[in-house]
């Protein structure tokens, strides 16, 4: 006998400040991701908008507002601007090896730094090693995190840790966790970018069609690097869609006059189990 299927329960959290725009709240829909089944849900709900935080995938649902749009980037036809170019080439030195989902006290290190020169007062500048290791570690699906490293000095033992993101492999694509990196390196500028620029060309070689980069907010300044490669796709009320290459000119345009360099290098918190992330049912 086939046993029944059953259907995921979800559930709203109660209104809370809006990390993205100010003077408005946020709301979330969101659903366990556990048992046998865990897998094919996530790359199902992620394919309608939901993002995963440990063993739970959400969306936003604001009440009056719809400013988070979920993005992805086509990687088969990603075609790096001359800035992108030049970014793959200045950190083309670096060693990226893939990991199985296990914190370490060398990334939570990296994580402090990072959010303490680009986060400060965020709700994840509170996190300790055990909160970091729940992060990372709880994760139903296939996930690893990629670690950037420079090249050692005696080309035998491991270089210095610059950069790291927890990313999940879905059916369909990459979809990028979180990421940091070392923030104030006097020597390599576009880390943030260079991770997401990584992840396209390992999508390409796996044959995985997207990387997903969780929410483009529209309004917010620390969310529009994302519309900096191209194609883009967002998922509207009539499913993904590609961005138009006009208006993506004139998005990246705006960008590049309202953000200073460190807005433009970062990956933003969208994707961090952060205290916004506590899911409580109303």
Partial sequence: MTAPVRFPRFFVTSPAPCPYLPDRSERKVFTELK???????????????????????????????????????VADEFEPSSTQKRNLKRNSDLVATLRRPWATPEQFDLLRAYLGARHPGGGMTAMDESDFADMVE??????????????????ISEGRLVGACLTDRQHDGLSMIYSFYDPDHAERSGLGNYIILDHVR?????????????????????????????????????????????????????????????????????????????????
């Fill in 35 to 73: 048992g046998a089944h865990a897998e094919s849900l996530n790359d199902a709900l992620s394919r309608i908008g939901f993002r995963r935080s440990q063993n739970v995938a959400y969306r936003p649902s604001c009440l009056d507002c719809n400013a988070c749009v979920s993005v992805r980037v």
């Fill in 138 to 155: 709880h994760t139903p699906v296939t996930s690893y995190v990629i670690e950037y490293r420079e090249p050692s000095p005696d080309g």
């Fill in 202 to 282: 390992r999508a390409g070689e796996m044959d995985l069609p997207y990387v997903y980069l969780g929410y483009w907010v529209d309004g917010s300044s620390r969310m529009q690097y994302k519309v900096r490669y191209r194609p883009l796709e967002r998922l509207g009320r009539d499913g993904w869609e590609r961005m138009d290459a006009a208006e993506q000119d004139r998005l990246i345009a705006s960008a590049a006059a309202g953000s200073g360099s460190r807005a433009a290098d970062g990956t933003g918190k969208d994707n961090a189990p952060g205290e916004q992330d506590r899911f409580r049912v109303v």
